[in-house]
């Protein structure tokens, strides 16, 4: 993987790992604070969410024990107050009855106080049990788990918050870094004072994690984003192959296509285990600038990486969009501005050269053509933004938010074939607004 420190900066080559594979169950307090606490631990560490357990969870001791057993945890993560203590505890008596047999035996991280810690060790035994004070220690330590315990390691949600951070630092302005590989889907939001905000969602990919993205999206889901008809047995083959064996980069168009849907539903159902795990999503939609890095940034052509951020994250300013394939520097592709017009408006974009007006009608998708690199603001139908240009100019995008599709086929295959056809992601020739 190439990893930028910037976007003027050279580049350094890092070898990156996605790490071992980490199951962890949730058991957390009656609280939606402490839901969401235990939660945001999972993703910003990268481990596999397998189960959750509230105190107040409806089933039976025994269900939850079965519950337990079925997900076969390598950590039970635990955070709760004192006035959880009490159901905490039982549930980790039904983890004993679970688990008691696992080889190797879970562990229990605890995010709780002293006091609490306490009284929930005796309950643990046999299970190690580690109480941690702080939630970046708990994020260390299982990061820990995923390396192996080698600290050579470099993870690659690691280097994805490296990349998030020099963005922002670059920019002065908040950046997002949206990763898609094969087998994960990261977000992270940074702030130029170094701050990030992570998820890292396992397994949910284009290779190995493809029947994941089915499995939440469903196979219409995907299906409804490739500009050609297709039957759902068919669909279903082409993706379950993809999880049987490692896949390199694609190339052949239909293949390509295929990614882009389910890089797009990834990247939607990441979204959502993110917001519901407390982050921030609407300022990582408003981000001034966004890099997309992994597979997602290495489809042959920059519009096909476009349009697949666009529709998955559904941008909600003015943003500058930039890519970084696995073998190559970021480079930037193209400024977006998102609009929701109710009625015919127009837009005002300044640059050096002069100003010009775009008609925006609600609904309209397309491409302005500014060159490579220019400083642009813009200003009208309720948007004010700047950023510069990449490679495709400026992407003017009224679908409206949420982004709706048509339901019928004879609605929908058009839409979307347009809507590739405007970023020059299929062999069609590209247009503009």
Do not use: Y
């Not at 300022?283 to 951020?309: C, D, E, N, W």
């Amino acid at each position: 993987m190439t990893v930028s420190t910037g976007t003027e900066a050279p580049v350094e080559q890092t070898g990156v790992a996605l790490g071992r594979s980490l199951r962890v169950a949730l058991v957390h307090g009656r609280e939606e604070a402490s839901r969401r606490a235990v939660a945001h631990l999972a993703l910003a560490s990268g481990a596999e969410i397998v189960a959750r357990v509230r105190a107040t969870d409806p089933r039976s001791f025994v269900e939850a024990a079965q519950a337990l057993r079925d997900a076969k945890p390598d950590v039970v993560a635990i955070q709760g107050g004192a006035k959880d203590e009490g159901a905490l505890a039982e549930l980790l008596e039904a983890l004993r009855l679970g688990c008691g047999a696992q080889r190797p035996m879970p562990r229990i991280f605890g995010l709780v106080d002293t006091r609490v810690a306490h009284g929930l060790r005796m309950h643990a035994s046999p299970f190690e049990f580690e109480r941690f004070g702080a939630p970046s220690e708990m994020v260390e330590a299982l990061r820990d788990l995923r390396r192996g315990g080698n600290g050579e390691v470099v993870l690659r949600d690691a280097v994805i918050e490296d990349a998030a951070r020099a963005l922002a630092a670059t920019t002065g302005a908040n950046a997002l870094a949206v990763d898609v590989t094969e087998r994960s889907t990261s977000f992270v939001l940074a702030s130029p004072d170094g701050r990030t905000e992570a998820a890292h969602l396992v397994p949910l990919g284009l290779g190995m994690g493809a029947d994941h993205v089915v499995a939440r999206a469903s196979l219409d889901n995907v299906r409804r984003w490739l500009p050609w008809p297709i039957d759902a047995p068919a669909l279903l083959e082409r993706v379950f192959n993809r999880g049987r064996r490692p896949q390199g980069p694609a190339t052949a168009e239909a293949t390509v296509l295929l990614e882009m849907a389910l890089a797009r539903e990834a990247i939607a159902h990441a979204l959502r285990d993110t917001a519901e795990a407390g982050l921030d999503v609407s300022a990582m939609r408003s981000a001034p600038s966004i890099l997309i890095t992994g597979r997602a940034a290495s489809f042959p052509k920059s519009g096909q990486s476009l349009l697949v951020l666009v529709d998955g994250l559904e941008p909600s300013a003015v943003s500058t969009v930039f890519r970084e394939p696995d073998e190559g520097p970021a480079e930037r592709i193209a400024m977006v501005v998102s609009v929701i017009p109710r009625r015919p408006a127009k837009i005002r974009i300044v640059r050096a050269s002069g100003r010009s007006v775009a008609r925006v009608i609600p609904g309209s998708f397309g491409l302005v053509a500014m060159g490579a690199d220019v400083e642009v603001a813009v200003n009208g139908a309720g948007v004010r933004g700047h950023g510069r240009s990449g490679e495709l100019g400026v992407l003017i995008d009224a679908r409206g938010r949420p982004l709706s599709l048509p339901e019928r086929d004879g609605e929908r295959i058009p839409a979307v074939a347009r809507w590739h056809t405007a970023l020059g992601a299929t062999a069609e020739e590209r247009t503009s607004t």
